[in-house]
């Protein structure tokens, strides 16, 4: 009887699985998150980035990114380019462990691909109230990221990835959904007339809906990038 | 006939300044337009060149009715009307290019001649604003000849100018007249200017003609004329002419007697004079509109 | 009609008063650009920083929001005030000029109609127009670029973001600028008619800028009688040029304006036929 107690545990402790059947915890997945960026000092990548939203029309735009461990980045762009705050995904590891603290984490399988769904609080007031990460497990890269809670509106961010130069896996693209939500007008104006003035009287404004996909091309990773490239205007 | 009125007539408001005008004015002719100041000339010479729109009547030149054939009217006529003004800030050649192509096209060989013909060849490409009242008018003329019309207008051409600019406008007048075969149509308010340049004239006064035709035949019907008498010793001769019944009326001026005596009794006095020992220089008509009208109208 | 036209061009580009526009042109223009580049040592202008202040909460904006095409669309807003009157200078002019000068006396006794002299020196009085525009554009536009550099146009709204590629922000300055100069051949229009009705040209220049104030006050008094009247004045068209900028291009709204403005140039300049063929040269 012993004996065969004895086989069962070893039998579950030998599976290789059994170290994957239990969940990490919240910091866990983030200090892997972390490591699989420790291999990066430093990148320069080509952005292509296309808006779709209303009341905002912009042309498909070209930008560099410079990128340089733990927190510079320097973007140059001949045109112009509004990059969603909430929708960069340089080095998540570092700003999110910074600012937000892990509640918990739950596991989730999609088209067989195991994810681990963290949900972050922030340490300050004022900032993103709920941050979800869907964190996959192969690479630890963050795959999908929801924003909820500023001003009532919300983000949420798909990330896919490529391997750079066989070992660098680095976002290949990005598609932010925005929902952002109404302003509150501001008071009606009357001119001396007594007249409402139809130029200044402010009607609420539309939310604004839209999706903001970015593409990384051409990266070029750690070749040793000066830091006056990050003092640039 | 080379120019034509019938019934021309013009209306500013409720004052008629022309009325019922009818003139005619025939190849050759050196015809002189003349009346008082505010008579209605240079209304009629307006019109006569397409500057005013007669109220009632028609004009003709060489045979095209001025108002419905302008172009064709006006294809062969040259004018001034009174001061003649240019484009002040171009160059007297740059001036006459411009007006060159308003008549449809001049040649540049065309431009040159007339500046020579005029005298104003040398200040050619000088702007007009550095140019003296008498080189303007000059200019003026230059302007009129520049498609070679057969018809000249011109009205008081004279007008601002020192004795010998009017000696010298009255000489090319005639010149153009005799030599180039140009009817020439002028107006004035001197009678003497017209009568030593002209061979038919038409009188207008208060916007009415008065007379129309042969200068000379006009001048006739004159019964009395006063005449410049310049004799030595002057005295003398004052002496012995006031005494006569045959003289009106006679003045002594510092240098010359005005005598005013019968038209036909010119000759007698001047033998009067010789066989009294008189010397006698120069005996010149002065004649003054005034006068004709006085003469014709019978007015004292 | 090529020489007469040919010859109007001569009478107006020789005057000095033609060149007073481009003068002041010529010394106002680099003098409002150094004035922006002194007041962008700041940061960009309030007028670029409204336009995309909504989105500085969601978006790091990139790049610079204010370049020569901003400046030159800032001169562009600036000055459609001021240019009206140094195309009156010009146009009011034609007739009345030559009436003070007394230059008729000579040259409406050739054999050339009147309505060829006038439609000379209205077509005279057009290309004065468009040249005094395209000078404004080019220098606004060269000068621009020599102080603030192109790219991408970020059009000032209030309420939208836009932004044009340089390939696009050319084609929609060049939309802009000739629906610029058609307005202004309206303005150059009324100016030459009253020109037919006045024996010296201060008349007309006082008289066209005191109707484009007049109209203008009534466009912007938001009165029930002024808001009837309104679609009747030709002011209320002559700023269409904005619509070159805005997205999708709103074509339907511009071809009215287009043709609203040239029936007022038909009309003006139709006028100015009668009044001139009918009138005495008395001066």
């Not at chain 1, 912009?58 to 990059?83: D, Q």
């Not at chain 2, 019109?47 to 060489?62: A, S, W």
């Not at chain 3, 036209?5 to 002041?24: D, P, Q, S, V």
């Amino acid at each position: 009887m012993k004996l065969l107690f004895y086989i069962l545990v070893f039998s579950v402790f030998a599976n290789p699985g059994f170290a994957e059947d239990l969940i990490p915890s919240p910091q866990e997945i983030l200090d892997r998150v972390e490591a699989s960026f420790e291999k990066i000092d430093d990148y320069v990548v080509i952005l292509e980035e296309a808006i779709r939203m209303e009341g905002v029309k912009v042309p498909k735009t070209k930008a560099i990114l410079y990128y340089k461990k733990p927190n510079k980045i320097h973007i140059e762009s001949k045109g112009i380019m509004f990059i969603p705050k909430q929708g960069m995904v340089i080095n998540p590891s570092y700003y999110l462990k910074r600012y937000f603290m892990p509640l918990n984490t739950e596991e989730e399988i999609v088209k067989g691909t195991k994810f681990y769904k963290l949900i972050l609080i922030p340490k300050e007031e004022g900032l993103s109230k709920k941050i979800t990460l869907w964190v996959e497990s192969k690479y630890w890269s963050i795959k999908k990221i929801k924003i909820t809670g500023f001003g009532g509106g919300s983000v949420l961010v798909h990330i896919e990835y490529t391997m750079v130069k066989g070992k660098y896996w680095l976002p290949k693209s990005t598609l932010v959904e925005l929902d952002i939500p109404a302003k509150t007008p501001r008071p009606e104006i009357f001119d001396y007339f007594g007249e409402l003035d139809a130029r200044k009287e402010k009607k609420p404004s539309k939310p604004k809906k839209g999706i903001v996909s970015i593409l990384f091309k051409n990266y070029k990773v750690n070749t040793g990038l000066p830091d006056k490239i990050f003092k640039k205007r | 006939m080379v120019l034509g009125t019938q019934s021309l007539s013009k209306r500013f408001g409720k004052n008629w300044v022309v009325k019922d005008l009818n003139l005619k004015v025939y190849k050759g002719d050196v015809f002189g337009f003349l009346g008082p100041n505010a008579a209605g000339k240079s209304t009629t010479i307006r019109m006569l060149l397409g500057l005013v729109r007669p109220t009632l009547g028609k004009i003709e030149i060489f045979g095209y009715p001025l108002s419905k054939s302008p172009k064709k009217a006006l294809s062969r006529v040259g004018g001034i009307v009174e001061r003649p003004d240019f484009y002040l800030y171009l160059s007297a050649k740059k001036n006459l290019e411009i007006l060159g192509t308003l008549s449809g096209g001049i040649r540049k060989e065309r431009i040159d001649e007339v500046l020579e013909l005029v005298g104003l060849y040398e200040w050619a490409n000088d702007k007009v604003k550095t140019f003296s009242h008498g080189m303007k008018q000059r200019l003026g003329i230059a302007q009129a000849l520049l498609s070679n019309p057969e018809l000249i207008i011109l009205d008081e051409p004279t007008s601002g100018l020192d004795p010998q600019g009017m000696k010298e406008v009255r000489e090319l007048i005639v010149r153009l007249s005799r030599e180039r075969g140009i009817t020439i149509f002028l107006s004035s308010h001197l009678l003497y200017e017209i009568e030593q340049v002209a061979n038919r004239m038409a009188i207008i006064n208060k916007g009415n003609l008065m007379v129309q035709g042969n200068v000379k035949s006009l001048l006739r019907d004159i019964k009395e004329i006063v005449v410049i008498l310049k004799a030595t010793p002057l005295k003398i001769a004052f002496d012995l002419l006031r005494k006569q019944d045959w003289v009106s009326s006679i003045v002594i001026n510092k240098d010359s007697l005005e005598v005013k005596l019968p038209y036909n009794l010119i000759s007698k006095m001047n033998a009067f004079l010789v066989e009294s020992h008189i010397e006698v220089s120069a005996i010149m008509p002065k004649r003054t509109l005034e006068d004709y009208f006085l003469s014709i109208t019978g007015n004292a | 009609m090529l020489k007469l036209i040919h010859i109007e061009n001569i009478k107006t580009f020789y005057k000095w008063r033609t060149g007073i526009g481009f003068l002041a042109i010529g010394v106002l223009l680099p003098l409002m650009m150094i004035g922006m580049k002194l007041d962008m040592r700041h940061g960009p202008p309030a007028v670029a920083e409204r336009t995309v202040r909504s989105l500085r909460e969601n978006f790091f904006v990139i790049g610079s929001i204010f370049n020569g095409f901003s400046a030159a669309y800032f001169v562009m807003h600036s000055l459609w005030v001021h240019i009206p009157f140094l195309i009156a200078l010009v146009a009011g002019d034609q007739i009345a000029g030559e009436s003070a000068a007394g230059t008729f006396r000579i040259s409406l006794i050739r054999p050339v109609s009147r309505t060829q002299v006038m439609t000379a020196k209205f077509i005279t009085t057009l290309i004065y127009t468009t040249l005094l525009i395209l000078f404004l554009g080019l220098l606004s536009i060269g000068l621009g670029i020599l102080f603030f550099g192109r790219g991408d146009f970020l059009v000032p709204r209030p309420r939208a973001v836009l932004v044009l590629t340089e390939g696009q922000t050319w084609l929609r300055f060049g939309l802009a600028y000739i629906l610029a100069i058609w307005a202004m051949w309206t303005i150059a229009s009324l100016a030459f008619f009253l020109s037919t009705l006045a024996e010296n040209s201060l008349g007309p220049v006082i008289g066209t800028m005191a109707i484009v104030i007049a109209c203008l006050i009534i466009s912007r008094t938001p009165l029930q009688l002024f808001k009837k009247i309104k679609p009747f004045l030709f002011t209320t068209y002559v700023d269409g040029w904005l619509k070159a900028f805005q997205e999708p291009i709103p074509w339907n709204e511009i071809s009215s304006s287009v043709l609203y403005l040239g029936m007022y140039i038909f009309g003006f300049f139709a006028l100015s036929l009668i009044v001139f063929n009918r009138k005495d040269i008395l001066s």
